[in-house]
C-alpha cells in the first residue's frame, strides 16, 4: 500500500506551512488534496512530487525574488560635485 502523508507532513516535505498548502489549493494554485474518509486532506509520494515539480517555477519567477535583500546603489563620485 502507498504511503499517505497528512497536510502537516506533506508541508514539512515540501518546505511550506499547513496554511500555504491549504490556501494555494483554495487559490486553485496547486490541485486539490485527496480526502480520507474523515474528510482530511491526503497526499500520496505522487501528489509531493507534483507539488515540488510546480514550485520550482514559483521559486523562480516570484517568491525567491521576494526574499532577496536589496543592496543598496552607489552613488556615483563624479557626477557629484
Request: proline letters at 5%; aromatic letters at 4%.
Amino acid at each position: 500500500m502507498e504511503r499517505v502523508f497528512t497536510v502537516s507532513e506533506a508541508a514539512r516535505e515540501l518546505g511550506r506551512s499547513e496554511r500555504w498548502l491549504r490556501q494555494a489549493e483554495a487559490r486553485g494554485s496547486i490541485p486539490e488534496a485527496r480526502r480520507d474518509l474523515n474528510g482530511w486532506r491526503v497526499y500520496t509520494e505522487a501528489d509531493i512530487a507534483t507539488l515540488r515539480r510546480m514550485l520550482v517555477p514559483c521559486l523562480c519567477e516570484g517568491e525567491l525574488a521576494k526574499k532577496q535583500p536589496q543592496t543598496p546603489q552607489k552613488k556615483n563620485e563624479e557626477t557629484e560635485t
